[in-house]
């Protein structure tokens, strides 16, 4: 009997220390279930790690928010309160502060600027909000990129780096090279690019 009670205990023991992922308490409505569950489960594995998340506003046919957070779901409940437009987030990467910054200024052309931003040559938008528009060139990046990184977390140990890099690749795949603001300034310094519109992605 008490072989069974510590068994029963051990297993015990064993759920309540298994790795927990922010999907564990997302509502059906919350998440696109088919395009980030692979990934989240992936990241179990993970010490606390950061997502970059894509949250749709109002469907299939509204505004992105690219955003950055250890517990997406909470950040999406936290944005929902208020919002008469149900949100859901669409799809989720593995990534610091330096993924959800390149991505911004990657996909600046599809940014719904900030009222304080709207006119000013050269400024960042001000938001992390996305013209709907962006949904079809960038969902299919960030599906390719979500499934290598998946593949990737199974495998076994992978560094943040690998993961950065997979996202990268996923962009190149689908036809766009990622360039970052500083990289498009320092282009427009040496090669004569004028005006506030170059281009993030070619």
Known sequence: MAKTANR?????????????????????????????????DAARRLDKPEFVYFIGEGGDAG???????????????????GNSRPLRIEYVLVGERVLEKLLHEAWERFAIASPRRQGKVQAAPGTEWFEPEIRGGLFPVAELAASRQAGLLTAGDVELVALGQAVVDAHAEKGFSVVGREEVRRLRQGSGYTGSRASRLR
Do not use: N, Y
């Open 63 to 81: 505004p992105v928010k690219i955003g950055l957070s250890r517990e997406p779901i909470g950040r999406l409940r936290q944005m929902q309160t």
């Open 8 to 40: 029963i205990s051990a297993g015990r023991r064993a759920v309540r220390s298994a790795p927990k992922s922010p999907l564990d308490k997302a509502a059906a409505v919350e998440v696109c279930w088919p395009q980030v569950a692979e990934l989240f």
